[in-house]
T-cell receptor, first 115, second 114 residues
Framework: GAGVSQSPRYKVAKRGQDVALRCDPI?????LFWYQQALGQGPEFLTYFQNEAQLDKSGLPSDRFFAERPEGSVSTLKIQRTQQEDSAVYLC?????????????FGPGTRLTVT | GESVGLHLPTLSVQEGDNSIINCAYS??????FIWYKQESGKGPQFIID?????DKRQGQRVTVLLNKTVKHLSLQIAATQPGDSAVYFC?????????????FGKGTHLIIQP
């Protein structure tokens, strides 16, 4: 079956532009997570959805970051007024059940470069 | 602050040898641990997980050991193959602490020498 997919795979934005990153989780997966991975580092948690409810957004670095999952499937991570420090790989993961203590399946990520 | 970390950034082993990748964690309340493998340009790929009520779990060619006394986690890979070359991350979750996401360490780059 299909895994987690993300689009675009690569995005170049000029500083100050808004970007939208899409995640298609595995069909039927309840939980969806967004992570940010800087070069040479491990992924860092951004936000968590259980179905359409955003239950945890404690990792979002600023109010320029916004995520949604309106129908409990596809999710979009939006970054407004991008800054150079936003350059990173943005990873999406989904899990069959709720909570963080279950196997999360990751997508390939979107590499965002802010120039 | 509390975090998951790794002892060695790079580990080089001969093809066919066994590899051991270590991980130290500092959150004693963590109750779920997981190892991921990440190849260049790809997302993390699940290897094996373990819960805090266990101290050992085996998969295909891999074994995870958990020592809660010293807060140490290790991943053993038997008979390493060229395809095992990647960065390996340990991660943890404290389900009882309201944390929903995984906390990852920085990673160990495993290099397989022919």
């Amino acid at each position: 079956g299909a895994g987690v997919s993300q689009s675009p795979r690569y995005k170049v934005a000029k500083r100050g532009q808004d970007v939208a990153l899409r995640c298609d989780p595995i069909s039927g997966h309840v939980s969806l997570f967004w992570y940010q991975q800087a070069l040479g580092q491990g992924p860092e948690f951004l936000t968590y959805f259980q179905n359409e409810a955003q239950l945890d957004k404690s990792g979002l670095p600023s109010d320029r970051f916004f995520a949604e999952r309106p129908e409990g499937s596809v999710s979009t991570l939006k970054i407004q007024r991008t800054q150079q420090e936003d350059s990173a790989v943005y990873l999406c993961a989904s899990s069959l059940t709720g909570g963080g203590s279950y196997e999360q399946y990751f997508g390939p990520g979107t590499r965002l470069t802010v120039t | 602050g509390e975090s998951v970390g790794l002892h060695l950034p790079t580990l080089s082993v001969q093809e066919g040898d066994n590899s051991i990748i270590n991980c130290a964690y500092s959150n004693s309340a963590s109750d779920y641990f997981i190892w991921y493998k990440q190849e260049s340009g790809k997302g993390p790929q699940f290897i094996i997980d373990i819960r805090s009520n266990m101290d050992k779990r085996q998969g295909q060619r891999v074994t995870v050991l958990l020592n809660k006394t010293v807060k140490h986690l290790s991943l053993q890979i038997a008979a390493t193959q060229p395809g095992d070359s990647a960065v390996y991350f340990c991660a943890e979750n404290n389900s009882g602490g309201g944390a929903d996401g995984l906390t990852f360490g920085k990673g160990t780059h495993l290099i397989i020498q022919p």
